[in-house]
């Protein structure tokens, strides 16, 4: 890569915090409406611009590992394969936004603190909200990243 393009891909890179703090912000109301409807809270939040900004904040923080750890490697993984498609950045973002709900049930299994609602119903409800929130977080940030380089990854026909 020139220096220009890994200019562009770095950028795009030091953005991607930012657009999974907007993503969350946007998406708290779903994950808000299906914490009710998975009966994780009965009633109301008393400030939920409060509760969506709060979870924003942990979601920008929690991408910047994620960033290191799992997008500068898939970049270089992806890259060296062929050119890096929109919909290999959507699905690498997806299997990403996962990443730190994946770290945090491994950690409880360790502890054992998952133990006692493993093969629940409740569980399984709670598990796919986490899946679904992580993948729309995630397939953002993908389709996000390859928005910003594109140029560098569009193929020539």
């Not at 779903?30 to 611009?49: E, H, I, M, Q, S």
């Not at 119903?121 to 910003?148: D, E, K, P, Y």
Request: proline letters at 4%; one cysteine or more.
């Amino acid at each position: 890569m020139t220096a220009k393009q890994e200019m562009r891909v770095l950028i795009a890179l030091i953005t991607q915090p930012f657009v999974a703090a907007i993503a969350a912000f946007a998406l708290f109301p779903a994950l808000d409406a299906t914490a009710n409807a998975a009966g994780v809270y009965r009633g109301r939040l008393t400030d939920p611009t409060g509760a969506a900004i709060a979870v924003a904040l942990a979601t920008a923080f929690a991408a910047v590992p994620v960033i290191i750890l799992g997008a500068l490697p898939a970049i270089a993984w992806l890259s060296r394969r062929g050119p890096l498609t929109l919909a290999k950045a959507i699905c690498a973002g997806a299997v990403l936004g996962n990443a730190p709900a994946a770290v945090i049930v491994m950690l409880a299994t360790l502890n054992g603190d998952a133990a006692a609602s493993s093969g629940s119903l409740h569980a399984l409800l709670q598990l796919l909200r986490v899946i679904a929130f992580g993948s729309l977080i995630g397939a953002a940030c993908g389709t996000m990243f390859w928005w910003m380089a594109r140029s560098l990854f569009m193929t020539s026909s």
